[in-house]
């Protein structure tokens, strides 16, 4: 069966995709910040590995990739993110928050993508998936503030939508998605949807053929998201 890498995993659409993807027989390599107090992922049952991951710490990003250097990884889905301080409006930025939300929802994903990038080239599938939102957009703006999370998740986007024309010569595909507003602690009990419906959606997006998802940026059901 097919491997599946998910960064933060302990969690919300993390924690759903892990169990999904286990329970369809993936064999899942799930890490986390905080892997003792895991408890939810640890239950998962399947064919899951677990190990602790912050992805702000390069230097455990590597070990780890060390660590599962034999592994051959058909999907890569770069998971972990923040949102930052909320409300988040002019004059009132907090902008060493601002550093550290950019660290985490741009520059670690593409860390943890460069690190176990051999590992995707080894396998079948060879599909890398990066956790987006369609507030990163900046076509579909229409209603202005949050200028942290917005401006992250856009840089996200750039980054991967670059990732993707590197990488095509090793026939890796790239694709960026958006979740939908799922009822996560992120985000909160007035969302849209449930999280078993937004990963049921991922994961149909997911199915498609690499060529097809390569470079684009997708909404949980299917529809293209202008960037």
Excluded at 11 to 19: C, M, N, P, S, Y
Excluded at 83 to 88: H, T
Excluded at 111 to 132: Q, T
Aim: glycine letters at 10%.
């Amino acid at each position: 069966m097919p491997t599946v890498m998910i960064t933060g995993s302990n969690r919300g659409i993390g924690l759903e995709l892990a169990r999904q993807y286990a329970a369809d027989g993936w064999r899942v390599l799930a890490t986390c910040r905080d892997s003792k107090h895991a408890t939810d992922l640890q239950r998962i049952d399947g064919d899951l590995v677990v190990k602790q991951l912050d992805v702000l710490d390069f230097d455990r990003v590597h070990a780890v990739a060390k660590a599962w250097k034999k592994e051959a990884i058909d999907l890569l889905i770069l998971n972990a993110g923040i949102y930052g301080p909320r409300p988040s409006m002019l004059g009132g930025l907090d902008y060493d928050a601002w550093e550290e939300v950019f660290w985490t929802n741009a520059m670690a994903p593409l860390k943890v993508a460069e690190a176990f990038v051999d590992h995707v080239a080894r396998s079948e599938r060879r599909m890398i998936a990066a956790m987006s939102s369609k507030m990163g957009s900046i076509a579909d703006n229409a209603s202005g503030g949050s200028y942290i999370y917005r401006s992250s998740k856009a840089a996200l986007n750039a980054a991967m939508k670059s990732l993707s024309v590197d990488l095509a010569d090793r026939g890796i595909g790239v694709v960026v998605l958006h979740p939908g507003w799922v009822r996560t602690g992120m985000g909160g009990p007035h969302a849209l949807i449930e999280v078993e419906e937004s990963v049921s959606g991922l994961r149909r997006v997911l199915d498609a053929p690499t060529a097809e998802l390569d470079g684009r940026f997708v909404n949980y059901d299917g529809r293209e998201i202008p960037w």
